[in-house]
C-alpha cells in the first residue's frame, strides 16, 4: 500500500501487515523475560523461602524443559503454517482470491501466531540466559510451563477456527458480517458534515471558476481518502476539492484525481494526495461494492459447470439481499462535505443505489439464467430489499428486476415458470 503521507503510508503498512501482530508479541515476550530474569536474579533469594517448592526448579531441569519445549512450540507453528497454506489453497481454487483477506486480516489467525512468537521467543531467551551454576534455583521455568499450556490451547482453538473458516457457509456468513460493519461506519454519523444537497448558485459560480488540476503520482486502486483530514486542510487553506473518482476505483498514473479551488495560490497537488490511500489491491475499509463483490464471485463460481452447487449460490444470494437491504435503509447520496463553519469543502460524486444493486447481481444473471432456482434466488433477494425499504429503492430494485426478468429463460408451459412467475408477482406487489 502506498500514499503520499509518510506517517499515514507507514501507519496503514504496519496495521495491515500479517507480521504486525507477532512482532508485538515478540517484543512483549522480551520485556518479559527481562521482567523474569531479574525476579530469578534479584528478587527470588529474598523471598524463596516464601515460595511454593513447585514453583521452583534448578538449572539441569530448566535446560531440559527449555530444549524440549522449544522442538514442540516449533512443531505447531509449522502445523499451523501448514493449515493456513491449505485454508488459502481451498479460497483461492473453490471459492474466490478476493476472499483471501479476510482469513489473513483475521485478528484471531494473526494473534495465534502472536502467541507462537512470544512462547518460542521467551524460551529460546531463558535457555541463552542459563548460567552456570547448576544448583541455582528458579522460578522462570515454571512460568514458561504455564505459556507453553496457553499456547498448546490457541493451538487446538487455531485448528477449530480454521475448520470453521474453510467451511463455506461460515465464510459467507463472516463476509456478510464484516460488510454490514462497513456499511453502517459508511452512513454513521461523523465529526464533519455531510450533505445530499447544496446551493445551486454556489455550485454554479464554483464551475465557471478554473480549478487546478491534480493528477495521480502513481497508479493503483483508491482505498481510502482521509475526509476528515481533507476537509481540515481545505478549511485552513480557504479551498475546495472536489474528486474524480470514488473509492475502489483503478486509477493509472497522471490520471486527473482531484480539481481544487484555492483562494490563493498555493502547492496544492502534494497536499491533496497525503490524505488519499492508493495501493496494489481492493480493500473493504470504505468499499462496500468491493465486499459484496466477494459473495458475488463465490455464487458465481458455485454455478459454474466445474463445481455446480446451486445451494451455496443461493445462500450467497440471500446474503446479498440482506446487505442490499441494510443499505437501502441506511443509504443517502452524500456529495457535499463541508467545515464546522458550515463551508463547503469537498465534492465527491456518491455511488446510486442502482449502481449497487446492478453490481450485486449482474454477473449472476449472466452465468445463472439458466438455473431457475438461482434466478428465483435472485428475485426472492430484490423482493425483500424492497419489502422493507422505502420508494425510492422500490423503483430502483423493480427497474433493475425487468431488466433481470429479461435474460432468463424457462419454458412458459412448464412448472419452472408458474414458480418464477410467482416469484415475479410478489416483487411487483412489493414495489407497488
Not at 135 to 147: G, H, Q, R, W, Y
Amino acid at each position: 500500500m502506498r500514499a503520499t503521507s509518510n506517517s499515514g503510508r507507514f501507519w496503514v503498512n504496519v496495521r495491515d501487515s500479517f507480521w504486525f501482530l507477532p512482532a508485538i508479541y515478540g517484543l512483549i515476550s522480551i520485556l518479559a523475560v527481562i521482567i523474569v530474569t531479574i525476579a530469578d536474579f534479584f528478587l527470588l533469594p529474598i523471598i524463596q523461602d516464601f515460595v511454593p517448592n513447585i514453583v521452583l526448579t534448578n538449572q539441569d531441569i530448566a535446560k531440559s524443559l527449555y530444549s524440549a519445549l522449544i522442538t514442540a512450540i516449533l512443531t505447531m507453528t509449522t502445523i499451523s503454517f501448514s493449515t493456513i497454506m491449505v485454508v488459502l489453497t481451498t479460497y483461492t481454487t473453490q471459492f474466490s482470491p478476493r476472499t483471501l483477506q479476510d482469513f489473513m486480516k483475521n485478528r484471531f489467525t494473526q494473534h495465534v501466531l502472536g502467541v507462537y512468537s512470544f512462547s518460542f521467543v521467551f524460551v529460546l531467551l531463558n535457555l541463552l540466559i542459563l548460567t552456570e551454576d547448576k544448583k541455582k534455583v528458579m522460578a522462570s521455568p515454571f512460568f514458561t510451563v504455564l505459556i507453553s499450556i496457553v499456547c498448546l490451547a490457541f493451538f487446538v482453538l487455531f485448528i477449530h477456527h480454521s475448520s470453521r473458516f474453510v467451511q463455506v457457509n461460515n465464510l459467507i456468513s463472516e463476509i456478510r458480517n464484516r460488510t454490514s460493519t462497513v456499511i453502517k461506519t459508511t452512513y454513521a454519523e461523523k465529526s464533519f458534515h455531510e450533505e445530499t444537497d447544496w446551493d445551486q448558485e454556489v455550485i454554479n459560480d464554483l464551475r465557471q471558476q478554473e480549478p487546478q488540476v491534480i493528477a495521480a503520482s502513481h497508479s493503483g486502486y483508491i482505498q481510502q481518502l482521509q475526509f476528515k483530514n481533507l476537509i481540515e486542510w481545505a478549511a485552513n487553506e480557504d479551498a475546495i476539492v472536489e474528486s474524480e473518482f470514488q473509492i475502489g476505483d483503478y486509477i493509472q498514473k497522471g490520471m486527473p484525481i482531484f480539481k481544487c479551488w484555492c483562494a490563493r495560490e498555493m502547492e496544492a497537488e502534494e497536499k491533496c494526495q497525503q490524505y488519499l490511500l492508493i495501493g496494489n489491491e481492493r480493500v473493504d475499509t470504505q468499499d462496500i461494492e468491493f465486499s459484496i463483490q466477494k459473495l458475488v464471485e463465490i455464487a458465481v463460481k458455485a454455478i459454474s459447470p466445474g463445481i455446480n452447487d446451486p445451494h451455496t449460490a443461493i445462500n450467497c444470494i440471500n446474503r446479498i439481499g440482506s446487505l442490499l437491504a441494510d443499505l437501502g435503509s441506511e443509504y443517502q447520496p452524500i456529495r457535499y462535505y463541508s467545515d464546522d463553519k458550515g463551508h463547503l469543502r469537498v465534492i465527491m460524486e456518491p455511488k446510486q443505489f442502482e449502481e449497487y444493486l446492478y453490481m450485486s447481481f449482474y454477473q449472476i444473471r449472466i452465468y445463472g439464467s439458466n438455473d431457475v432456482s438461482v434466478m428465483n434466488g435472485v428475485i426472492e433477494a430484490l423482493y425483500q430489499v424492497a419489502a422493507v425499504n422505502g420508494n425510492d429503492v422500490k423503483k430502483d430494485v423493480w427497474e433493475f428486476a425487468e431488466f433481470l426478468i429479461k435474460a432468463v429463460e424457462v419454458d412458459r408451459n412448464g412448472l419452472d415458470y408458474k414458480y418464477f412467475k410467482k416469484q415475479v408477482d410478489k416483487l411487483s406487489s412489493a414495489c407497488a
